[in-house]
């Protein structure tokens, strides 16, 4: 399965609003679904990528890597999950992430989305 368009340009307008929810030009498009074009793949992941001030200033003192104990987090990634699925009709698993563990975690190619050049 591949992302044609009309998704393809629905994923970047997902972007940009995710980038506007959250006040950050770091939302990325990241894992199979990007880089395995003609393979299968389960999911499209999107991460936003926070810096420490934005996620202190969304989160608090949550600890990045025990996020999934969080409600709010989990919340937030649900719901803008199942609203980017309604938008583009892609299978979307977004995260919030703290830059430090994105790079951490994740060493290959990421697609930056939401930014549009008219």
């Avoid at 368009?5 to 929810?21: D, K």
């Avoid at 074009?37 to 990528?49: G, L, S």
């Avoid at 951490?104 to 008219?118: A, D, P, T």
Wanted: hydrophobic share 35%; proline share 3%.
């Amino acid at each position: 399965m591949k992302i044609g368009q009309p998704q393809g340009m629905l994923l970047h307008e997902f972007g940009r609003v995710l980038s506007e929810a959250f006040g950050t030009d770091s939302i990325y498009h990241v894992g199979s679904s990007l880089t395995n074009k003609e393979a299968d793949w389960r999911d499209v992941d999107i991460r936003a990528m926070l810096t420490d001030e934005e996620w202190k200033n969304l989160f608090g003192d949550l600890n990045p890597k025990d996020n999934h104990h969080s409600p709010k987090w989990r919340m937030l990634c649900i719901v803008f999950s199942h609203y980017g699925r309604h938008m583009t009709g892609l299978p979307i698993d977004f995260q919030i992430q703290r830059v430090a563990e994105a790079n951490e975690e994740f060493k290959g190619y990421r697609s930056h989305i939401g930014i549009h050049n008219l």
